[in-house]
């Protein structure tokens, strides 16, 4: 895996004189610019971290320098802080559809700096955790390959998520059931909000009773996927973490890729058995659940490297309540939204993609199209 990674950052690098990072001071990223400092020769590197207070009220950015100066990059490697307060820039629309990152106004001005420095191509580490996290359920494909110790760390690690002991249970007694019965059940179990989904009553008519159709549908055909591949529970979960995957384009001027997202790279990290994924004598839960992403990094940065995940679902929040449901909205005039509903709509998932909706459809009314 750590050569097939290492092919994917030089392909993804070989034509930019200057190459920039996204580097959110995770794991994710970090293996991306070591990786990229390995292959860039005397070409120029510029990290770029947002200044975002995790869940903990820690910024970034000395979370970040202090890891530069650790791993000795300081000299390497140039950073660049964006603050999301002050750098905003309207991202580069597309006819595909909206955007679904999670800042893209903020992401839209890094490019912008990054462009302005010169930067030919901008990695990140996105879509590593959703490649390469150890999935639920899988405590009896640990037990065996690891034994019963290691398998009851890995219970202990997973317990405070989802279903929990009992679902890692029922997982192992769904094993004895006909595939099609123990995909019903995993499906009943890991997504009980979408057995029967119902989207958000903000969404208006007809376009819920549509939605709604399309979704239990879709549900439909996942289940019977699972069952006619014989997935176990925790294959399942692994394949619901990353399909379907989200392909976003650049936010600016600058191209942007991930090498966790590569064809060479998928390859080699779908083969990986899902036990394999954890690592039942790592030092903490964050790395025995992240061991395939430490299996990139060179030996000798171990000990800098965090333990603990960081999480910025605050942030995130402080973004979506930045919509205003009172004020005129393009996806409110064209019968997409109801306002009323809307007012008392809280979940941070569905306000940052309806916010994602409006500027695509503004977007799309400037150049021309017939909105509703």
Known sequence: ??????????????????????????????????????????????????????????????????????????????????????????????????????????????????????????????????????????????????????????????????????????????????????????????????????????????YRSHATAWGRAWVERRIKQHAARGRSWAQADAFDAFWPHEVIGPAGPVPEASPFLTEGFLSAALAVPVAARYRPDAPTAYWRCKWLVLSLMPRHALPVLPRRKSYFTAALAGEAAGLDPGAPLLAVECGLIDRTALAREKDTAFLLALSAVEQWLLGAHERGATIG
Not at 119 to 141: F, I, K, N, W
Not at 160 to 183: Q, W
């Open 1 to 206: 895996m750590r050569a097939a990674f290492a092919e994917s950052v030089r392909s993804l690098t070989a034509e930019a004189d200057t190459i920039g990072v996204a580097l959110s001071g995770g794991l994710d990223s970090l293996a991306t610019l070591l990786h990229v400092c390995e292959i860039a020769e005397d070409r120029r590197v510029v990290a770029f971290t947002g200044d975002h207070r995790d869940d903990r009220g820690r910024s970034c950015v000395p979370v970040v320098q202090c890891l530069l100066s650790d791993l000795g990059l300081e000299d390497r490697v140039r950073l660049v802080v964006i603050d999301p307060a002050r750098h905003r820039a309207e991202p580069v629309w597309s006819p595909v559809g909206p955007r679904l990152d999670s800042l893209p106004e903020v992401n839209a001005a890094l490019s912008e700096v990054a462009d302005g420095l010169g930067v030919g191509v901008l990695l990140s580490g996105v879509g590593s955790d959703e490649l390469l996290g150890v999935p639920r359920y899988a405590t009896a494909e640990i037990a065996a390959r690891y034994g019963l110790r290691a398998a009851w760390r890995y219970l202990r690690d997973v317990g405070g998520s989802g279903p929990g002991a009992a679902g890692e249970t029922a997982a192992i007694l769904a094993r004895c059931a006909p595939a099609g019965v123990s995909a019903r059940a995993y499906w009943a179990v890991n997504w009980p909000e979408w057995t029967a989904p119902v989207p958000s009553p903000a969404l208006a008519e007809p």
